[in-house]
């Protein structure tokens, strides 16, 4: 099982503006944040963090566990509000299996963030 993950970002404070929008709809807050860092999480404990350094090369693909399709939905809108750029609309994808929901939205690096939920409805 994975504790915590983490990403380099050029700049954290644009980025921290943008994950706190498009991973509110998942339940997601900003619980920790330092001048260079900024940790994701459910409460009491961030395990999505983001620093900023040289962005990772290539960009990342973290994908985020979604109990709803409507959460899925929630968050494709969020994060393109929050200047997110579209990489995959919510929707079906069988190829991967028959309930999977997903969309597909580029944080400010171009890192492909992903929301998706596994179940039939």
């Known amino acids: 099982m994975i504790d915590h993950a983490?990403?380099?970002?050029?700049?954290?404070a644009l980025s921290n503006a943008f994950y706190r929008a498009a991973l509110a709809p998942l339940g997601y807050q900003l619980?920790?944040?330092w001048e260079q860092f900024a940790?994701?999480?459910?409460?009491?404990?961030?395990?999505?963090?983001i620093g900023q350094e040289?962005?990772?090369?290539?960009?990342?693909?973290?994908?985020?566990?979604?109990e709803t399709r409507a959460q899925v939905d929630a968050f494709y809108k969020a994060a393109i509000g929050a200047g997110g750029r579209d990489n995959g609309a919510p929707?079906?994808?069988?190829?991967?299996?028959?309930?999977?929901?997903?969309?597909?939205?580029?944080?400010?690096d171009?890192?492909?963030?992903?929301?998706?939920?596994h179940t039939a409805l």
């Open 6 to 12: 983490g990403l380099a970002v050029s700049d954290v």
């Open 31 to 33: 619980l920790m944040e």
């Open 39 to 49: 940790g994701f999480g459910v409460a009491p404990k961030p395990d999505f963090w």
């Open 54 to 66: 040289s962005p990772n090369k290539p960009p990342v693909h973290v994908a985020f566990r979604a």
């Open 91 to 108: 929707g079906l994808r069988p190829h991967y299996h028959a309930n999977y929901y997903g969309a597909f939205v580029l944080d400010p």
């Open 110 to 117: 171009g890192h492909n963030i992903e929301a998706v939920c």
